[in-house]
């Protein structure tokens, strides 16, 4: 058993029959099936979570389309190894040959002169390219491959998917139909696998070889038990890359810069991108801590920018100054819940008018009838202030914006209290 590859690999499926989940797109009448079904197949970005098929339907559609498949990983892979599968793609053509599928994994970590390199060939057609990404393709793929390619969505393996995926490695494995495997409870599988199929079978393979006996029952207390004593058995290749992130931004959220410093340098260890990790601070610095500290977003600006132009292994300094500053800032979350109430208003209301004294007037036409006729600039009266309604009527006096507890809100909000009386009472 020690020999044969993991259960992961062996449940691989081998046709879109056998590919679970991604109904919306290989689904019976689906966009992407419609277009394999047709041979006519564009270059495409796969732009989803780890452990949900991307890199097994792009050979599957390789197979399907009886095209020969290329493929490159961007963690190990240079321009120089591109122009090889383009020079071998060109060989095809010239011959006339069928023209190969080139799957390029996490496309994201591909520099713009890599990424150049792939234009000629997508745009005259030598090779057929998937890449696929954890990352929005609208930040880490340069426009002009983005412009060539669909972008396709891939969403996490539902309940369902999970479930019927353990039940088929059960039944059709050819270890686990040897064995006598029950499971009595699901939740702690579904839960730690976090939608990742490839997870979700790495952590049933070691449940199974942790209980190895003659019959096997599986429970949320056995799941674990047994999974926190062999964390490691299956943390592996960066499979833990959102939970870890989302414990860097919680200790950074949280005011913990030991937390924030321990979780960025595991991050680093394993390889992560120091862009995404920057970008992540870009937004916590405005979503929690916002106006308590605006300083904090112009920190975490000048961040990610330093770190595109140093580059590792310097950044790590840059970052961990700006993850322990982002930790011991005062916080507020008022801003972002601001325009969450904002968007829901407008929602429930709809297209409301804008009140006459607030909208322009460039025309004659448009003064005669009233527009901007009552509108108070504020810059001729006292304080640069004066009393008047910026919102439609039937939404008149709605409070969006509450001022965070901490220093710098207080100000604002004693301030807005002397502004505008009994509206702005907090």
Not at 21 to 35: C, D, F, N, P, S
Not at 145 to 154: M, P
Not at 207 to 216: G, T
């Amino acid at each position: 058993m020690n020999n044969l590859p993991p259960l992961a690999e062996r449940m691989r499926p081998r046709s879109l029959n056998d590919y679970s989940g991604q109904k919306h797109l290989i689904g019976e009448g689906a966009v992407l099936r419609k277009a394999i079904e047709s041979g006519n197949l564009p270059s495409m970005i796969f732009w989803g979570p780890p452990g949900v098929g991307k890199t097994t339907l792009a050979y599957i559609i390789s197979q399907t389309l009886y095209r020969p498949f290329f493929s490159l990983s961007a963690i190990n892979s240079g321009v120089k190894d591109v122009r090889e599968v383009i020079e071998k793609a060109s060989l095809l053509k010239e011959q006339g040959e069928t023209l190969p599928v080139l799957f390029i994994d996490e496309i994201h970590r591909f520099s713009k002169s890599q990424q150049d390199s792939l234009l000629g060939a997508v745009e005259r057609g030598i090779v057929t390219l998937i890449g696929a990404t954890t990352e929005n393709p609208s930040f880490e793929v340069i426009s002009a491959l983005l412009s060539r390619c669909q972008v396709y969505i891939l969403q996490p393996l539902n309940e369902e998917d999970l479930t019927n995926l353990l039940r088929k490695a059960i039944a059709e494995d050819e270890v686990l139909k040897t064995k006598h495997i029950r499971i009595d409870e699901y939740e702690a599988l579904l839960r730690l696998s976090g939608g990742d199929a490839r997870k979700l079978l790495n952590i049933f393979e070691l449940i199974i070889n942790a209980l190895d006996a003659p019959e096997i029952v599986i429970s949320n207390a056995k799941v674990l038990e047994n999974v926190q004593q062999n964390m490691a058995l299956y943390d592996k290749a960066g499979e833990q890359h959102y939970d870890i992130i989302s414990a860097f931004i919680k200790s950074m959220r949280g005011s913990d810069p030991n937390g924030a410093v321990y979780w960025l340098a595991r991050m680093l260890v394993g390889g992560e991108d120091p862009s995404f990790i920057a970008r992540r601070m870009l937004i916590l610095a405005s979503e929690d801590i916002g106006n308590s500290n605006p300083n904090a977003l112009l920190l975490a600006q000048s961040c990610f920018e330093a770190v595109n132009v140093i580059g590792m292994p310097e950044a790590r300094i840059i970052l961990s100054q700006t993850a322990v500053y982002l930790a011991t800032s005062a916080k507020s979350n008022a801003s972002y819940m601001a325009i969450g109430e904002a968007m829901d208003l407008v929602r429930r209301t709809g297209d409301l008018p804008v009140p006459l004294h607030l909208r322009n007037a460039p025309t004659k036409l448009m003064k005669n009838i009233g527009y901007g006729k009552e509108y108070k600039y504020a810059h001729s009266y006292q304080n640069n202030f004066v009393e008047q309604d910026f919102l439609p009527d039937a939404v008149k006096g709605t409070k969006l914006y509450d001022p965070g507890q901490n220093a710098r809100e207080n100000e604002a909000r004693e301030r807005l209290k002397k502004l505008w009386g009994d509206r702005y009472k907090y």
